[in-house]
């Protein structure tokens, strides 16, 4: 329902502007359609070097009756530009909310504070709110055509409840978690208006 209102709001503000080349971009990020995870971006000029850039993912299916890896998440980002907006340098501030419901995945990773190992054997489900700031750069391959990398660093605060199994719903604990580190990356295909 979130993400429908969120959609809804996007699509409305597109309507209402007076759009001029270069003024709104819409992006597909390649690294979350590689996770099979539904994503969109909006990108609308402010100022000469300013831009808006609001973006959301959702990824609504199971990977199996032992696996779950869902999640929504909006991910706004104000933009400032080096050169010209939509090319080349920029600098992103971000804000990131989203919502999960992930376990039962395999794997030995520990980073930055965070222990990925416990999804092996449980699955939490919960929220999480946090900030941060990225570099990118855009790559121009067309009149309406750019390719954009960016990575992004900060913080992010999750509230949680810990479940036995991916697969059921017995409820073994919660707890919270402050994770600094990486909190953007996107390679993102840009189609410019």
């Known amino acids: 329902m979130k993400l429908k209102f969120c959609i809804s709001l996007l699509l409305g503000m597109l ?15 390649l690294l979350y359609d590689a996770t099979a995870t539904v994503n969109l971006g909006v990108e609308v000029g402010l100022a000469p070097k300013w831009t808006l850039d609001v973006s959301g993912n959702l990824n609504a299916w199971n990977i199996d009756q032992n696996t779950k890896w869902r999640h929504w998440m909006a991910q706004p980002e104000a933009r400032y530009w080096f050169c010209d907006r939509f090319s080349r340098h920029f600098l992103g501030f971000h804000a990131i909310g989203g919502q ?14 965070s222990n990925f190992q416990n999804l092996s054997q449980h699955r939490y489900q919960g929220w999480g709110v946090g900030a941060g700031v990225g570099y990118g750069y855009a790559f121009i391959l067309g009149k309406h055509w750019n390719l954009e990398l960016e990575l992004g660093v900060g913080y992010i605060y999750t509230k949680y409840d810990v479940f036995n199994c991916a697969g059921c719903g017995r409820n073994i604990g919660n707890g919270k978690h402050h994770y600094f580190g990486p909190t953007k990356a996107a390679i993102n295909l840009v189609y410019l208006f």
Not at 15 to 29: E, F, R, S
């Open 15 to 29: 309507c209402c502007m007076n759009v001029k080349a270069q003024d709104v971009a819409i992006k597909t990020n």
């Open 100 to 113: 999960y419901n992930v376990g039962g995945i395999e794997n030995s990773v520990r980073f930055l504070g």
